[in-house]
């Protein structure tokens, strides 16, 4: 259901957001994931709704942990808002259901981490139950959770017989529509991270409907032995080399390019100080391992993004939190900036590093949730979008 179709006046509306932000010495220093969630509160508190917030922060594993209270998530909210906003107790029993009886229309309360009960990640009936107590409606606006069937992102919207999506995953779920289902040609994916097997499932889902795949970062390594081509000491995932033949048979046997670095930065040691090595070929000589594409691939790969319709990018080309190997990142986050098309930054490494490098406000959608992202681009249905239809 859209959001806007709501008729939320005077009535208690469970907004499940993602306000699992970095914290230093108690205090909120990235407020990227609570500005996100703005939008949706103030549209709510306009038309009279009885906002309930509910978050977790980090991973207290069921038990009540003051390193991970949502008080300085909620100081900052009260900031940008320009309201006051109080903290339950605790997410729900007899100080909660009091704190939000007692909200007038248009006002907010946020609940305590909803993870200080271990019935929250388990999706407990019982806990979905005393969730329930505190709405009458239901908001997903957490699209960073929303690959978790956990209670509150899928066992209370089941329980209310579904729900409506924020205008934060609304904008994600459009993204990620318009890329999958109809993306504008040519259509790029560009892969990266540590591991083949995490991107295996967006590999095998992705052949089908794009024209090129540009594979960079550490799985790189494993696609590039897998043809013949050594690698030194780079990291292989030895157990995946049968599975990287089959997808570069099954992308030749699809019309689809799949690009690989012809170049490397290389270092003798993985230390951020390690002296860097310009590989002119494909082939890494022993002893030496690769940490970043080279010049010659990052032209290649800039060239192929600038001319695409499309481009989805999952997963950082590098070592990119070194400088000295940050370069192959970088290249991608500029080409994606200068092309005219669609560019979607799948979150994660990827968005930390388009933030990092400036030009964020120049791709089109850089997506809130890494793993959630990357399941979608798999061809997955996210539990906590299923249950906003009651599934």
Known sequence: ??????????????????????LEDGKVVDDARIEAALPTIRLLRERGARVVLGSHCGRPKGERNPEFTLLPAVERLRTLLGCNVALTEDCVGAPAEAAVNALGDGDVVMLENLRFHAGETSNDPAFVAQLRKLCDLYVNDAFGTSHRAHASTAGLPRLLGGGAAGLLVQKEIDAFQRVLHDPARPFVAILGGAKVADKIPVLSNLIEKV??????????YTFLKAQGIGVGASRVEDERLDTAREILKKARASGVEIMLPS????????????EPYNIAGAAIEDGLMGLD??????????????????VVWN????????????????????AMARCAGMTVVGGGDSAAAI????????????????????????????????????E
């Open 1 to 22: 259901m859209d959001l806007r179709e709501l008729d939320v006046k005077g009535r208690r509306v469970f907004v499940r957001v993602d306000f699992n932000v970095p």
């Open 211 to 220: 024209n090129a795949v540009l594979i960079g970062g550490g799985m790189a």
């Open 263 to 274: 170049d490397h930065v290389a270092a003798a040691k993985f230390d951020r100080k390690a």
């Open 293 to 310: 594409i080279g010049a010659e691939t990052r032209r290649r790969f800039a060239a192929r993004v600038e001319s695409a319709g499309t």
């Open 315 to 334: 997963g950082p080309m590098g070592v990119f939190e070194w400088e000295t190997f940050a370069e192959g990142t970088r290249a991608v986050a500029a």
């Open 355 to 390: 933030l990092k490098f400036g030009y964020k406000s120049d791709v089109t959608h850089v997506s809130t949730g890494g793993g959630a992202s990357l399941e979608l681009l798999e061809g997955k249905r996210l539990p906590g979008l299923a249950a906003l239809e009651g």
